[in-house]
């Protein structure tokens, strides 16, 4: 669905990231590697927010390089839904449970069974633990109706609880996710594991 291939992006003399091919393959990728190995960058260049300096990124075998800022954000949008590391940029946090889903895109509210939040509906945003609120923005990145979910170190900001009730969400994920972590417990829960190391 997306691909890197040959991917460089460079800041100056700094090499963040050199020479990645990688799939975003059904299932759960995570991408591992020590502070300052590239992840983050990767995250956003196959997440369209960025251009690679070297090597193209393909969305449905269709080559990306060449099309408009405008164009991309168009695919973005359609395609791709980006969970921030911070709960709460993921959510907007004047309106109930419910409402964040229903801005989202969902017609009905089962979703918030699935995601271990069922009665919270009516509830604010700031009555939800850091997990919930990530799971939450999971369950608002499946309703906007994206082909692939991408996040960031998703499980940081948690406590190890919260975290786990996080790791059951992206385990249980309907649409292929790539995630950023340091947490051995994701790698360890991951189909495909791509260890960056530092240039
Ligand atoms: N916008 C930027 N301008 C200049 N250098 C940057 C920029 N973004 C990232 N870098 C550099 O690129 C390298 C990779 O950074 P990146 O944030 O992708 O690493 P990371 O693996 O996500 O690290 P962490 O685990 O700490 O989040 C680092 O040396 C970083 O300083
Ligand atoms: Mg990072």
């Known amino acids: 669905m997306i691909r890197a291939c040959g991917v460089g992006v460079s ?3 700094v090499r963040a990231v050199t020479d990645m091919s990688l799939r975003i393959a059904p299932g759960l990728t995570v991408l591992s590697g020590p502070s300052g190995a590239g992840k983050s960058t990767l995250l956003r260049v ?7 300096s070297a090597g193209e990124v393909y969305v449905r075998d269709r080559p990306t390089s060449r099309l408009s800022w405008r ?3 168009a695919l973005r949008r359609k395609e791709i839904a980006v969970v921030f590391q911070n709960p709460a940029d993921n959510l907007i946090g004047h309106l109930t449970v419910g409402e964040n889903l229903r801005a989202a895109g969902a017609t009905d509210l089962a ?3 699935r995601l271990g939040l069922g009665g919270s509906a009516a509830w604010r945003i700031g009555a939800l633990s850091g997990g919930q609120q ?6 608002c990145a499946l309703a906007r109706g994206a082909s692939v979910v991408v996040a960031d170190e998703p499980t940081s900001q948690l406590d190890a609880r919260s975290a786990d009730l996080v790791l059951e969400t992206l385990r249980s994920l309907p649409v292929p996710a790539l995630v950023a972590s340091h947490d051995p417990r994701l ?3 991951a189909d495909l594991c791509v260890p960056l190391v530092a240039s």
């Open 134 to 139: 990530q799971r939450l923005a999971f369950g």
């Open 46 to 52: 196959l997440s369209l927010v960025e251009r690679p």
């Open 111 to 113: 979703l918030l069974d």
């Open 187 to 189: 790698v360890e829960l």
């Open 71 to 73: 164009e991309l954000r």
């Open 11 to 13: 800041y100056g003399a």
